[in-house]
């Protein structure tokens, strides 16, 4: 595996994601932020933040397949969330489950949560992009 995550001593921890990744392979993946579309386009889950992190974890999951990927090789995530707000975070976390329960692994490479004020289209209210490395 080219990855491998690290919780270092003197961070806080966190089971949502791991603060380190080391990435030792030599074909790095770069995935277009992925939104709640399904394979027809049509978003999925409006108004449900949970439906659509789930949907974009999905999308993610797809695309690394693609190149021959899955999240064991995710060196680092970016989530992006409209008018983003704490008490969003029980949401955004039952997608994340939701979605690892179907791709049956559970993704917490380093991570980064940013607030925006709006996605390509009114109706997304999130979008996850990715980092991959593989061997």
């Known amino acids: 595996m080219s990855i491998t995550l690290h919780n270092p001593a003197g961070l806080p ?6 603060h ?9 993946v770069f995935l277009a932020g ?3 579309w399904n394979a027809d386009g049509v978003t999925v889950g409006e108004g449900d933040l949970a439906a659509q992190v789930e949907q974009c974890y999905l999308n993610v ?3 690394l397949a693609e190149v021959g990927a899955t999240f064991d090789d995710v060196a680092k995530l970016n989530v992006h969330v409209v008018d983003w707000t704490p008490d ?3 949401h955004l976390m039952d997608g994340i489950t939701r979605a690892a329960a179907k791709l049956g692994t ?6 980064t949560l940013l ?3 709006a ?9 996850v992009e990715a980092i991959a490395v593989l061997d």
């Not at 921890?13 to 791991?18: F, G, K, Q, S, V």
């Not at 380190?20 to 790095?28: D, E, F, I, N």
């Not at 996605?119 to 979008?127: A, F, K, R, T």
């Open 61 to 63: 999951g797809t695309a």
């Open 106 to 111: 559970t993704p917490t490479p380093p991570a």
């Open 88 to 90: 969003k975070m029980p």
């Open 20 to 28: 380190v990744s080391v990435a030792t392979g030599s074909r790095l």
């Open 119 to 127: 996605l390509d289209v009114p109706e997304h209210m999130v979008e």
């Open 34 to 36: 992925q939104v709640a």
């Open 13 to 18: 921890r966190t089971d949502a994601y791991h």
């Open 115 to 117: 607030g925006v004020a």
